[in-house]
């Protein structure tokens, strides 16, 4: 049974089975598009316009080279987060869980996931809400999960339904048809694949509606409706042919074999079977062509055709064979991508490090030079230079003293208020309001203390001069 999985940008979909991943996209031309990308982020200059690039990018090579996928979108996720890039953040959330989902790491792609939403509930995006919950359904029923699965689905269908989100409708529908067939429970399944079909008519894609008539063949064939699954299950196969689904039209054409063997038709069901087998072996489809050569094994058995029972069940020990090497590199690519995150996610602690650091040496610095600074004032207020400048000179030690204790609250009041910006200007106009005439009072003081300081310093001189005078006129 396939799922629907959401886009992750406007445009591009992918339809999925359970147990194979297949891209309906050309890898040819996924190639291009991130060599194009590439050039344009080698000279972009605006830091919003690279996050976009570098999430493009990751998406355009995730199939392929899932490592550079993994460590470019975390790039853009970081950088997004620096420079409050919001949209930014949460698509880079979201094709980072792509990813992880496409090599089979799950509980990571959840994760991600589960951040985008937790960033998307702050939103007013419901297109986005309703993608990203979607999306995690989507990662419960590859876990098989399928309750689970079908809670944030069902959410999903809320918004979209209250919004009326088009682009969604028949997805939501299909997916929710297919976590209900998963279950067991045809009926609930076949509503919603029949509500899925209403809307791909109405659309008029062929290939939505092959994919729906396939879903509900699925039904009928459970509830031994043979009639109704043979119709089902020979329009869909006209529908997906016309529309080049490759993926699906091996899962129908195998239903197709499954019902005709049901049905004691042994010649069609073989007929069937192998129509499946050649499509999945010239696209690659590893599991549907396992399925259907253990379906001519099931088939020649039945039929008592020994020999080419036996030529098939090695082609199933050959196919298991392949399947079980794609699981175990599947294995070393998940230990390898929570590596890979590990290590990414250590350099930009190690970044965030430096620079709070760097910030600390600043503060610090900034810290010992305003006493210096008061006290060059005091030692500048006993020289015969002009008042003005000593008037300058204390009115800017001031400044810096005041400035620096703002500079030291405002970090203290974001995590106070959670960057709650009303809260925010509501703590600063009260620091305000006492620093103010705070600043006022101890400039007048300040400036009072060195005008009489500079006095003092002035009448002592005065007073030595009068001194020495006096010496000089008593010896003459």
């Not at 990813?99 to 939403?117: E, H, T, W």
């Not at 989507?138 to 088009?166: C, H, P």
């Not at 609250?409 to 995590?415: I, N």
Request: glycine fraction near 4%; proline fraction near 2%; include cysteine.
């Amino acid at each position: 049974m396939i799922i629907f999985l959401t886009g992750l940008h406007s445009g591009v979909r992918y339809f999925l089975t359970l147990i194979f991943l297949c891209g309906i996209y050309n890898t040819y031309a996924q190639k291009q598009k991130a060599d194009s990308l590439e050039k344009l982020l080698t000279t972009a200059v605006n830091d919003t316009t690279k996050v976009i690039l570098m999430w493009q990018m990751a998406d355009a090579v995730s199939m392929y080279q899932p490592d550079t996928a993994l460590k470019t979108v975390q790039q853009a996720l970081f950088l997004a987060k620096r420079i409050k890039y919001t949209e930014g953040e949460s698509r880079s959330l979201g094709i980072t869980a792509e990813v992880f989902r496409k090599i089979g790491n799950y509980p990571k792609a959840l994760d991600f996931n589960l951040r985008k939403l937790k960033l998307e509930e702050t939103r007013q995006n419901q297109y986005n809400l309703a993608s990203v919950l979607m999306n995690i359904g989507i990662v419960y029923v590859f876990q098989e999960e399928y309750r689970e699965g079908l809670k944030y689905y069902f959410q999903a269908d809320s918004i979209i339904t209250t919004y009326n989100i088009e682009p969604f409708k028949y997805h939501i529908a299909l997916n929710v048809g297919d976590a209900y067939y998963r279950l067991n429970m045809p009926d609930s399944a076949y509503n919603y694949f029949n509500k899925s079909l209403q809307i791909a008519r109405q659309l008029g894609d062929g290939d939505f509606i092959g994919t729906s008539m396939t879903g509900l063949a699925h039904c009928y064939l459970t509830e031994d409706d043979y009639p109704f699954a043979l119709l089902n299950y020979q329009t869909a196969l006209k529908y997906l042919s016309a529309a080049n689904d490759d993926d699906i039209f091996c899962e129908a054409a195998l239903g197709l074999s499954r019902l005709y063997k049901r049905m004691n038709k042994m010649d069609s069901a073989i007929h069937y079977a192998g129509i499946s087998l050649s499509v999945a072996k010239k696209d690659g489809f590893l599991t549907h062509e396992l399925d259907a050569t253990e379906m001519l094994v099931d088939c020649y058995k039945e039929t008592r055709n020994i020999d080419s029972a036996f030529t098939y069940m090695q082609q199933v020990y050959k196919l298991n064979d392949a399947i079980n090497s794609r699981d175990k590199i599947k294995e070393v690519q998940i230990i390898s991508s929570n590596e890979q995150l590990r290590q990414v996610e250590r350099e930009e602690e190690k970044r965030i490090a430096l620079k709070e650091r760097s910030q600390q040496l600043q503060l610090l610095f900034i810290g010992i030079f305003i006493p210096i600074f008061f006290a060059l004032t005091i030692i500048l207020s006993r020289i015969n230079i002009p008042i003005r400048v000593i008037k300058g000179l204390g009115i800017v030690s001031l400044l810096f003293f005041f400035e620096y204790l703002t500079l030291l609250l405002h970090p203290y009041v974001l995590e106070i208020t959670h960057h709650t910006p009303l809260l925010e200007i509501l703590i600063f106009v009260v620091i305000a309001a006492i620093l103010i005439p705070a600043h006022h009072r101890m400039e007048h003081w300040l400036i009072e203390k060195l005008m009489d300081n500079r006095s003092k310093v002035h009448n002592r001189k005065l007073k030595l001069l009068k001194v020495q005078q006096e010496d000089i006129n008593g010896n003459e």
